[in-house]
């Protein structure tokens, strides 16, 4: 089973598609750290919780020591934030796959030798375990393009076509 560490712009996403549940019917193990969590919009967190509450996503805090390694992980990557860190740090401690569409985030999973995808590698997932259909992704993908503007235009593109 793939152990995933989610980080936020990924899950508020998959709010904003409406693609939380399909999402979280993915054959995997899903975490999220506290700090993660704080950064998703608050009216989206309840959303969240309920996937807590349910046991499907483990929201993980920190000790004070372990407060101090992601604070070295910080140290190490200046440009991310403690939550990222989190990420990073998480991600290595469950030798866990991140998930993430930042890419200074992703340069930094990388350098670290964390398997690393984006929202792309969901939409994949969700088609291969027949979650989705093409044309639901099809549709998904095309509003994603709408609120997010700063996705790949090509890779987009390839993708509708594929799926049209």
Known sequence: MIVLVNDANILIDLLKLDLIDPFFQLHCEFHVTDLVAAE???ENVKELERYVTDGILIKRSFAFEELQEIRLVKNKHPGLSIADCSCVYLSTRLSATLLTGDAVLRRAAKR???????????????????????????KKLT???EINPRLP???????LKTWK
């Open 143 to 145: 509003k994603l393009m």
């Open 153 to 159: 235009k090509k890779e987009c593109q390839d993708r």
């Open 112 to 138: 670290n030798r964390i398997p690393v995808h984006g929202l792309f590698w969901v939409f994949e997932e969700l088609l291969v375990q027949s979650i989705l259909s093409k044309k639901q992704a099809h």
């Open 40 to 42: 998703v919009l608050e």
